[in-house]
């Protein structure tokens, strides 16, 4: 009897390490050594046939040949755009000859207007869309609070304001309302494409006119490695925003997402109305308008994807195909800025 139940007692033990292993496992996850190990999961060729094919309004020929590290073009013949795949020069003349004028909108409510504002601007007036006609759309619920930022010649500083909600979470949702009227209204008469991105970042290298097309989604930096089956997108089916197994390309960042007025009043329209179905369930999808842009770009495949170095945490650490993070997130305030 003893034995026996010396046995049970020592299998105890023994599971219970197995947990506490698998603990220290999780609770290390994000530190180096096992992002480290993620960052080997391959990525993917472009096929050749296919990189031969492709061109692009404002990069010309593309140089997808040049980055067999990763994968450079999407199953439905969208580029990925790295660095190295374009020649800049060239998409700063094919940009200049169609005189555009870009739109950048930010939302910055609460605490987070001072926190991170003045940063984005000020390092988008360095990097971002450099040499054409911007105007930033900046939305929040204090404007006469928005810092004062230099800005070069041909680049405009809209603000408007929008009512602050009780949790972060529902100033994220109605974002997609809000845009949605904005695109609607002055901002879709005076730009000819726009990029929505969340505040919390900043530029460090050129985000330039290679960034455009009729609609443009971004890989998210922690998830671009995944197998589809692990990413998370909303299971819930019960949510206008429910993708089922099987379904899905890769997981999108809702931190930048761009495109021509009207392919944005789609993405906006379809969200918004996602956002509302799904509260007036009592329901909310696991990552609130980013699930419903998922559900947006697997109904309909962006015309480019930008790959992580447009978008990229400092926190992953260094990976190899990471050559020039054109954005970067600023560290994360979370106790300060979120009610």
């Known amino acids: 009897m003893a034995f026996k139940e010396g046995l049970r007692v020592r299998k105890r033990i023994f599971w219970r390490l197995i947990l506490l292993a698998l603990g220290f496992f999780l609770l290390f996850y994000r530190f180096s050594i096992i992002r480290y190990l993620e960052g080997l999961i391959p990525l993917g060729v472009c096929p050749l046939a296919t990189m031969a094919m492709m061109r692009d309004n404002f990069t010309s020929a593309l140089r997808l040949w040049a980055r067999p590290d990763v994968l450079t073009c999407t199953s439905w013949k969208a580029p990925i755009i790295w660095d190295g795949t374009f020649d800049p020069d060239v998409v700063q003349q094919e940009a200049t000859q169609k005189n555009l004028t870009i739109g950048l909108t930010v939302f910055a409510v609460g605490r987070y207007l001072e926190k991170y504002l003045a940063h984005f ?43 602050r909600e009780q949790r972060w979470q529902d100033v ?10 904005a695109l609607g209204g002055r901002l879709g008469r005076e730009a000819h494409f726009v990029f929505c991105m969340d505040v919390d ?24 490695h995944w197998p589809r089956r692990l990413l998370p997108y909303e299971r819930d089916a019960r949510s206008a925003a429910s993708m089922a197994p099987g379904e899905g390309d890769f997981y999108y960042h809702a931190a930048v997402f761009g495109g021509s007025v009207a392919a944005l009043r789609e993405l906006t329209t379809h969200c918004a109305r996602g956002l509302r179905a799904d509260r007036a369930r009592g329901l909310e999808a696991r990552w609130h308008d980013e699930s419903h842009l998922n559900k947006f ?25 990471i050559r020039r993070p054109r954005l970067l997130w600023a560290p994360k305030a979370y106790a300060q800025v979120r009610d």
């Open 121 to 163: 601007l000020e390092s988008a007036e360095q990097h971002f869309m450099t040499g054409h006609s911007v105007v930033y759309y900046v939305f929040t619920d204090r404007p006469d609070a928005v810092p004062t930022v230099a800005l070069g010649p041909g680049r405009q500083l809209r603000v408007e304001r929008v009512a």
């Open 172 to 181: 994220s949702m109605a974002r997609m309302h809000t845009l949605q009227a």
């Open 201 to 224: 970042q900043y530029f460090a290298h050129a985000f330039g006119p290679e960034t455009l097309a009729d609609s443009v989604a971004q890989l998210h930096a922690w998830h671009y």
């Open 297 to 321: 770009f697997w109904l309909r495949k962006p015309a480019k994807v930008l790959s992580p170095e447009f978008c990229w945490s400092a926190d992953i650490g260094a990976r190899a195909e």
